[in-house]
Each structure stands twice: as C-alpha cells, then as structure tokens.
C-alpha cells in the first residue's frame, strides 16, 4: 500500500534527482563515462547586449552539457530587431560553446508566434513539432550541428 502526496517538497525533489541519475548512469555507459568530468555539469552561457547608455538590447541565457548548448533564452527589444542582433547573439553563444568548451551541436524550443524561422536561418533544423503546447500554440525543438 501506498500514500500519495502532492505537496512540493524540495528535499523530496534532491532525492529523486539524485536516485535518477544513479539509476540513469548505472544503466548507461556514455552516462558513466561523463562522471568526474567537466562535461557532468551543466555551465551557464550568457551573451548581454548592451546600447550605448548601457541598457539591456538583448540577451542569450542558455547552458551547456555534455557537448551541447542548450539556448533557454534569446530576446532582443523591438527598436533593435531586424538589425541582426539576434544573429550576433546566438552566434557568440555558438562560439563560446564550440570554441570554449568542446560544444558539438546546440538545441532550442520556440513557438510557432516566436522564431521558428529565424533559427531555420542560422542553420538550426525542426526535429519536434508538438502542436497545442500550449492549446493553441505550436511549441517546435530545433538541433544544429556546430561546425
């Protein structure tokens, strides 16, 4: 017999975490491989675009793990869109994540109403579609090999 609880419970949460991964890399050797490695941890990757009285243009919030980056975040203001700003931005990040830390491919989510197209310009192609995520929206995973 069991209880079931509902409540959130952040030790709770640690716990599981922590018996996933063993489980995970217990039964996985690319997993066990990466363990006592710099790759084992994910290492935030931010890129900030600041105007000239310093405000905030634009930014990329993403991480990487393993030899990826994974883009969480990319926001550029409305009076600096169309000038190639968002480009400049995932582009750094790219850089970083290859050139820094060994970063083979990128990954992102968007939305239908957000960039799918944008991304498919820089080189980035639709491996999800899941349609209403949220109702109404499309919510698209797009992977790029970084070269």
Same mark, same amino acid.
Request: hydrophobic share 35%; charged share 25%.
């Given at each position: 017999m069991f209880r079931l609880e509902t409540e959130v419970d952040k030790a709770r949460r640690d716990l599981l975490r922590r018996h996933l991964r063993e489980t995970n890399t217990a039964a996985s050797p690319v997993l066990r491989a990466l363990r006592g490695t710099p790759? $084992? %941890?994910e290492?935030?990757?931010h890129v900030w675009a600041l105007?000239?009285?310093g405000d905030l243009a634009g930014g990329l919030v993403g991480h990487?793990?393993?030899t990826w980056l994974h883009v969480t975040y990319?926001?550029?203001?409305?009076?600096?869109?169309?000038a190639g700003l968002g480009s400049r931005l995932l582009a750094r990040a790219e850089h970083i994540a290859r050139? $820094? %830390?060994g970063c083979t491919a990128s990954?992102?989510?968007t939305w239908d109403f957000q960039a799918p197209a944008f991304y498919q310009r820089q080189g980035y192609d639709v491996v999800c579609v899941i349609p209403?995520?949220?109702?109404?929206?499309?919510?698209y995973t797009l992977t790029k090999r970084l070269g």
């Amino acid at each position: 017999m069991f209880r079931l609880e509902t409540e959130v419970d952040k030790a709770r949460r640690d716990l599981l975490r922590r018996h996933l991964r063993e489980t995970n890399t217990a039964a996985s050797p690319v997993l066990r491989a990466l363990r006592g490695t710099p790759h $084992e %941890r994910e290492a935030p990757l931010h890129v900030w675009a600041l105007d000239a009285n310093g405000d905030l243009a634009g930014g990329l919030v993403g991480h990487t793990w393993t030899t990826w980056l994974h883009v969480t975040y990319l926001w550029v203001d409305g009076r600096h869109r169309g000038a190639g700003l968002g480009s400049r931005l995932l582009a750094r990040a790219e850089h970083i994540a290859r050139a $820094e %830390r060994g970063c083979t491919a990128s990954r992102l989510e968007t939305w239908d109403f957000q960039a799918p197209a944008f991304y498919q310009r820089q080189g980035y192609d639709v491996v999800c579609v899941i349609p209403d995520y949220p109702p109404g929206i499309t919510e698209y995973t797009l992977t790029k090999r970084l070269g």
